[in-house]
């Protein structure tokens, strides 16, 4: 079992920074890909990025790519998703979720999901 809490997020403005965190607890978290999605209000939710279990693979959406970073300390137990130059489009709840294979970006095939984390950007 993997429980997962998502933190970090808030109010922006476009251009700005923010940096979540995913923090999980469970022995068997460090064998897990993570991956970040997200859901805007009346919209599907979507893939934004993800990394394998030892960190050194990631693959992300193109909309995102060169401004979000994602991360893992292992030691720690927890993921991180750097955004940067943030737009009023990433405007979402954003959630972290869990799954054994890599690369998932199809969320219905991962095992675990955090609450989710509400990113607003104003432009």
């Known amino acids: 079992q993997v429980q997962l809490v998502e933190s970090g997020g808030g109010l922006a403005q476009a251009g700005d920074s923010l940096r979540l965190s995913c923090a999980a607890s469970?022995?068997?978290?460090?064998?897990?890909?993570v991956g970040w999605f997200r859901q805007a209000p009346g919209k599907e939710r979507e893939f934004v990025a993800v990394?394998?279990?030892?960190?050194?693979?990631?693959y992300y959406r193109d909309s995102v790519k060169g401004r979000f970073t994602i991360s893992r300390d292992n030691a720690k137990n927890t993921v991180y998703l750097q955004m940067n130059s943030l737009k009023p489009e990433d405007t979402a709840v954003y959630y972290c979720a869990a799954v054994l294979e890599y690369p998932i970006i199809r969320p219905t095939r991962y095992d675990y999901w955090g609450q989710g984390t509400q990113v607003t950007v104003s432009s």
């Open positions: 990394i394998n279990w030892a960190g050194g693979s990631t």
């Open positions: 469970g022995r068997t978290f460090s064998r897990y890909a």
